[in-house]
């Protein structure tokens, strides 16, 4: 005699039934598939194969993998970064779930911040010079995510370079904007005033792109997400010092372990620099001090916008010492 089956499966299975019958599939077929499917393994639910097979260098010098491996590790978790943006401004939201995205969005940029470490340590001076030398104009510039992420953060208005930066608001027409976003011109040749091929190639790739997710994204990014909470939110401490946070990892810390880096791989002495595969003005460029990017300038006041990056600059300089 075969034995009674658990009252739980039996409830399970009716419920199944239901289910199906009511989007006029057969359950049986559901449980033959079930029935000859092989049990998923780790490696194939990750891809593992396929996720290892993608770093391809373009040159023999070992310390290339390094570099392909961590950018990529690196656009992963700018993936996670606008999973959690996505979610916010997607509708409405409690102010305790805005809260646990943004400390999800801060954690996953501390990680990335420290893992930089990564790239400042872990490659040869020696081969990171000549291995560089196959990748131009490609460069990290050409992250589009990463201009995702800013875009999804704050308003054009705030993205604008500092020279232009009071000539715009939240109202001001996004293409305009778009045309003085601060990152075209670190990666515009300096004595001639025309793009460069890496900045010209980004354009023509995802000009429309950006666009079309800046006018969607008009009066709806976090930081209009985070005004229309409500006051008892907007004005606790705890949600203020997260969003400063974001706004101190993302626009100082982030540029500065860039900075950190470019400044150990291509500076030949105080007056002189090797050129940045994608022709960025990365000295210029890099530094929180020279843009004075903030995506919530409301947080801040007015002498922590003077000073802006100032003093996360001479922490670094001093540890460094």
């Not at 620099?273 to 003005?281: H, L, Y």
């Amino acid at each position: 005699m075969s034995e009674a089956l658990d009252p739980k499966i039996t409830e399970r299975v009716k419920q199944l039934e239901e289910k199906f019958k009511n989007s006029g599939q057969d359950i049986g077929a559901y449980l033959d598939g079930l029935l000859y499917n092989k049990y998923l393994t780790y490696w194939d639910y990750i891809h593992l194969d396929t996720l290892l097979s993608l770093q391809i260098p373009s040159t023999p010098f070992p310390d290339e993998e390094i570099f392909i491996t961590y950018h990529q590790i690196t656009e992963l978790y700018f993936k996670l970064i606008l999973h959690e943006m996505k979610q916010i401004v997607a509708g409405d939201i409690d102010g305790g779930v805005f809260l646990e995205k943004i400390k999800r969005i801060n954690r996953y940029f501390e990680t990335l911040i420290d893992s930089f470490r990564v790239m400042e340590q872990g490659m040869e001076r020696e081969q990171f010079l000549k291995f560089r030398m196959s990748l131009i104009p490609a460069s990290g510039f050409q992250s589009v995510q990463f201009r995702m992420i800013e875009i999804y953060t704050a308003p054009l208005c705030n993205l604008v370079a500092l020279k232009y930066r009071n000539n715009y608001n939240e109202d001001s027409s996004i293409e305009k904007a778009y045309e003085q976003l601060y990152w075209k011109f670190g990666a515009t040749e300096t004595s001639t005033g025309e793009k460069a091929l890496t900045l010209r190639q980004f354009e023509d790739r995802y000009t429309p792109r950006l666009l079309r997710i800046a006018n969607q994204l008009k009066g709806n990014t976090i930081y209009g997400c985070f005004k229309n909470l409500e006051e008892k939110h907007r004005q606790n401490t705890v949600f203020i010092d997260e969003m400063r946070k974001l706004d101190q990892n993302i626009n100082v810390n982030w540029g500065l372990a860039h900075y950190k880096t470019a400044f150990k791989y291509l500076s030949k002495d105080k007056d002189a620099v090797i050129k940045a595969t994608g022709s960025t003005n990365w000295k210029q460029f890099l530094p929180p001090t020279f843009q004075k990017i903030s995506f919530f300038p409301s947080l801040w006041t007015e002498e922590e916008h003077k000073n802006w990056g100032k003093t996360w600059v001479d922490d670094m300089v001093n540890n460094e010492k």
